[in-house]
């Protein structure tokens, strides 16, 4: 059995959070979906498994019309199916890993062009959401997972990061402190142009969750929502959770606050 190298961890890893998380198969198999979004050849990736072209053709194939699996994924990289998972101890782990890779991204994102920029109140509020509605045009790292598939992820899965048994515990070894840190900045911000709203948190963190799922009611419970349905042509979904979100913080910034 060859030693793995680490690009061919990294590689099986991607592979791994693509194999177990988005809800639904691209038309020609995870493999092939992860070898195009690392903009590998066939050859390219072959080289890199130690195998010949034909051999990789044969695995995705194989994976295609559903004769392979992730053990014998681990067999056809000629290692154990938990070198797959080496860094996690099992799938909500690497879950919950995924999501705080966006909201570290997310985070860096803010501090760099919001704070750093000097803005604030409602101005740097806006950018943070504008931020998260469009992060192609925010350096979304293009050497990792594709923000398609991250997308995927976001909107399909991130629920289940926290409605969870283990959420407690997750929170105490600080899994969620990208998240918490976040909503306290925006929170900050809210209350510099509402000093008189009692639940800035409240609707920060709503806001947030609803940036993530209302692009699923668009597409699978469309009676939930008025944003059009998710299309690969262009960005009208983003464009209206853009919109969506800032009117309700222009509406808390300009009206008087009733009871």
Not at 172 to 180: C, Y
Request: hydrophobic share 35%; glycine share 4%; proline share 5%.
């Amino acid at each position: 059995m060859r030693k793995f190298q680490k690009t061919d961890i990294q590689l099986v890893d991607w592979l791994a959070k693509q194999l177990d998380y988005p809800p639904a198969v691209p038309h020609k198999g995870w493999i092939q979906h992860a070898r195009t979004g690392r903009h590998l050849s066939t050859r390219a990736f072959a080289r890199r498994m130690e195998m010949a072209p034909s051999s990789a053709h044969e695995l995705e194939e194989r994976e295609w019309n559903g004769s392979i699996t992730l053990k014998k994924l681990a067999q056809n990289l000629q290692t154990t199916e938990s070198s797959v998972y080496r860094y996690f101890d099992n799938k909500h782990r690497l879950l919950v890993y995924q999501i705080n890779l966006y909201w570290g991204w997310l985070n860096q994102q803010v501090d760099l062009k919001c704070c750093q920029a000097g803005l604030s109140g409602k101005e740097a509020l806006e950018k943070a959401f504008e931020i998260m509605c469009f992060p192609e045009a925010h350096s979304w790292p293009s050497d990792g997972v594709s923000f398609e598939c991250m997308h995927k992820i976001l909107t399909h899965q991130s629920v289940k990061a926290y409605f969870s048994e283990h959420v407690d515990h997750e929170n105490q070894d600080g899994a969620h402190r990208a998240l918490k840190s976040l909503v306290k900045q925006m929170s900050e911000w809210l209350k510099e142009g509402s000093p008189d709203f009692e639940f800035p948190k409240s609707l920060i963190s709503t806001l947030l969750a609803s940036v993530m799922i209302q692009p699923f009611y668009a597409e699978h419970l469309p009676s939930l929502t008025e944003l059009p349905a998710p299309n690969p042509t262009n960005s009208q979904t983003a464009q209206q959770t853009f919109r969506y979100v800032c009117q309700i913080l222009e509406r808390l910034t300009t009206q008087p606050r009733t009871v």
